[in-house]
Structures are given as C-alpha cells and as structure tokens.
T-cell receptor, first 112, second 116 residues
Framework: GNSVTQMEGPVTLSEEAFLTINCTYT??????LFWYVQYPGEGLQLLLK?????DKGSNKGFEATYRKETTSFHLEKGSVQVSDSAVYFC???????????FGKGTKLTVNP | DTAVSQTPKYLVTQMGNDKSIKCEQN?????MYWYKQDSKKFLKIMFS???????INETVPNRFSPKSPDKAHLNLHINSLELGDSAVYFC???????????????FGPGTRLLVL
C-alpha cells in the first residue's frame, strides 16, 4: 500500500522565516497528494492538494509541487506568521480509492 | 453551519464501559470515515462507509463497531473500553469517485476520549 514519510518535528521558526516541510511518498500508480493542517484543539483542514505530476497546490501563501521523479510533495512558505503555528500532515490517496494515508505530522511553532 | 459534526467533544469514562460517538455530515457526501489519532498525533484510518456499506475495515479490534443508519451519519460504538483506546477520534467525509483523483476529505472537530 501507499506510505508517506514526512520530516519529523518539532520545527521552531521566527516570524517571517522561510518554511520547508519535506514529504515523500511511495505508491503504486498515481496518488493524489494533500497537505492538511491541524490547529490546536481542532480537526484537520485541507491546506492544499495536487492531483497529478507537476501540479502545484497553493493556499494562504503555502505551496507544494507534485514531483513524480522524486516522489515528493514538500510544503513551503516564504514568510511564516505566528498564526501558522499548527501541526501539518502530508497525505496520499490512490485514484479511485477512498483510503488516505497520512504522514506522522510535523509540529510548527512560529515565535514573534 | 458545521459541515462535519461529532458528539460528544469530550468523553471521559472508566475501563470496561461501552460508549458511542456520533458523526453527521451535511455536505451530501457518499463516503464517511473514522480515524484514530494517538498521543503522538499519528493519524490512522479505522473504517470507511459508502452509502451505508462498509468499504474499508483496517485492523481494528472487534470491540469497535461502526454503524451507518444513513449516508449522512456514521457512528462508532466501542465495547469494553481499554486504557489504550484513549485517543482523539475524527470523523471525515468525502464524495466518492470510482476513478480519477482522490477526493478531499473533510474532517470533524474530533472526540477526545479518555479511558481511566
């Protein structure tokens, strides 16, 4: 089955720093790739997604590009804010399958 | 309006008890899920139903029994609760595709279960 490996945290940055959270996947076929964010005490929210190779997902200043050649979907943001402090999950699904496989999550803390 | 709702939000109970968690979605989705998030934040799927039919059943003790009275509801009943069942349980829903890209799953706020 599919598996997702993401950079282990926690990650602590100062406001306006550049953020990268690495995510790689193993899968048969062509999965859709997702980044979800979980703010403290809340459920997961979709941050962005990409459904085919070379697609770039973007939202709220975050971006990730589906790289088939490196099986990666790294999350980036040019300038983080304190409000970005949360746990970020990379996930992969198989086309036509309902199963979503998550990475272990990366906790991000942004200090003022 | 809340898209995916769960009740209760918090559940504290004694070992050996039986408890239920309810989930409802008003998105008109066909597919619903239960996930378990452990203390290290690791998220793992437990079950998935499509139009009241069980389609994913991961390796979960048979003390856990999902029930879907209709496609907008998926409840989770847990018998003989154990300490290791303490976790956050998330319900989610999505529109089903039989082919093509995977659909986005929409998550509820979670139910924090503590077994004493």
């Amino acid at each position: 089955g599919n598996s997702v490996t993401q950079m282990e945290g926690p990650v602590t940055l100062s406001e306006e720093a550049f953020l990268t959270i690495n995510c790689t996947y193993t899968a048969t076929g062509y999965p859709s790739l997702f980044w979800y964010v979980q703010y403290p005490g809340e459920g997961l929210q979709l941050l962005l997604k990409a459904t085919k190779a070379d697609d770039k997902g973007s939202n709220k200043g975050f971006e990730a590009t589906y790289r088939k050649e490196t099986t990666s979907f790294h999350l980036e943001k040019g300038s983080v804010q304190v409000s970005d402090s949360a746990v970020y999950f990379c996930a992969a699904s198989q086309g036509g399958s309902e199963k979503l496989v998550f990475g272990k999550g990366t906790k991000l803390t942004v200090n003022p | 309006d809340t898209a995916v709702s769960q009740t209760p939000k918090y559940l504290v109970t004694q070992m050996g008890n039986d408890k239920s968690i309810k989930c409802e979605q008003n998105l008109g989705h066909d597919t619903m899920y239960w996930y378990k998030q452990d203390s290290k934040k690791f998220l793992k799927i437990m079950f998935s139903y499509n139009n009241k039919e069980l389609i994913i059943n991961e390796t979960v003790p048979n003390r856990f029994s999902p029930k879907s009275p209709d496609k907008a509801h998926l409840n989770l009943h847990i018998n003989s609760l154990e300490l290791g069942d303490s976790a956050v349980y998330f319900c989610a829903s999505s529109q089903r595709r039989t082919s093509g890209p995977g659909e986005t799953q929409y998550f509820g706020p979670g139910t924090r279960l503590l077994v004493l």
